[in-house]
């Protein structure tokens, strides 16, 4: 049996590269608020608090002001220039040195890990919906199950957000197919020089199958492939979590703390830091 038409070999993978000013139109689409403000693009992430889309963008002090009158409060890193100007910083997980990757190079243990992922499993990239469609809440649900992390959609949520699968600034999903089921799957995008790992889901019954590995190193050959990126991405520092630390840093993804701007009324450092310690450390920097 061949593979299904929005299916191809992992290989061929190249992540698209927007402008600030194409991922804010692609939010907008979707029904997020977004705002322009000297002539950089920021977005609403819950009611009267922004980020610039891009949620790396090193912008300068004079960029990094408020974004629009009706907010209470805003996040932005700042250029190495400018980072005597910052308040806070981002922790996140960065690899600056994208042309410096190089597979061959990596631990004996590692590249042992990786040959055992592709004999395991089949790393493909998925150019269309239909194995979303049919097996991918299934995968999301049972990841979710496990580790409690996020809000879980509903099924129809889920399948609402597929209609945009394919459009450069959804960038790419790259998936790991297990004894023919779904097993995993990750997504990922680009904006300018910077790529996104968004969201890495893998199924309870597939870890033996460490896809989460297998398809970390794929996005990684995705983006040089595609040209002009220079970093990536993995997500914010998620303290709480030190067995996904831990794998971050197996992986060589450093953790870096990155200069920025942290503004917000008075009394709302207060309330964020006592509901949410954890929240208020990947907002500040601070404990």
């Known amino acids: 049996m061949g593979r299904p038409d929005d299916m191809r070999d992992v290989c061929l993978a190249r992540v698209p590269v927007v402008t600030e ?21 920021w977005r609403q992430i819950v009611p009267g608090f922004y980020r610039p889309v891009h949620d790396m963008a090193r912008l300068t002090a004079r ?36 042309a410096g990757f190089d597979e061959a190079a990596l631990p004996k ?5 990786l040959r055992k992922v592709r004999e395991r ?49 959804s960038g790419v999903v790259l998936a790991g197919i297990v004894d023919g089921r779904l097993g995993g799957y990750l997504t990922g995008h680009a904006v300018d020089g910077t790529a996104y790992a968004t ?9 033996r199958a460490n896809l989460g590995t297998g398809l970390h190193h794929e996005f990684l050959h995705a983006c040089r492939r595609a ?6 991405v993995d997500g914010l520092h998620a303290r709480e979590d030190e067995g996904l630390c831990r794998h971050k840093e197996l992986l060589g993804v450093p953790l870096r703390r990155l200069p920025a701007r942290l503004v917000m009324v008075p009394g709302a450092t207060t309330v964020i830091r006592r509901r949410s310690p954890d929240k208020y450390y990947r907002l500040s920097g601070r404990g």
């Open 121 to 169: 499993a089949e790393l493909v990239e998925l150019t269309g919906p239909a194995v979303l469609h049919d097996q991918g809440y299934e995968v999301l649900r049972s990841a979710h199950e496990r580790t409690g992390y996020g809000r879980l959609p509903s099924r129809e949520e889920f399948l609402a957000d597929l209609a945009h699968l394919g459009e450069p600034a």
């Open 63 to 98: 960029e990094a002001t408020r974004p629009t009158a009706a907010c209470w409060g805003y996040q932005a890193c700042l250029a190495d220039d400018d980072a005597g100007h910052a308040n806070a910083a981002v922790p996140a997980h960065v690899i600056s040195d994208l």
């Open 109 to 113: 243990t590692r590249r042992h890990a």
């Open 227 to 232: 040209g002009g990126i220079t970093e990536v």
């Open 199 to 207: 969201s890495s889901v893998v199924a309870t019954w597939a870890l």
């Open 21 to 41: 000013a194409e991922l804010a139109e692609h939010l907008r689409a979707r029904g997020r608020r977004v705002v322009e403000h000297r002539s950089r693009w």
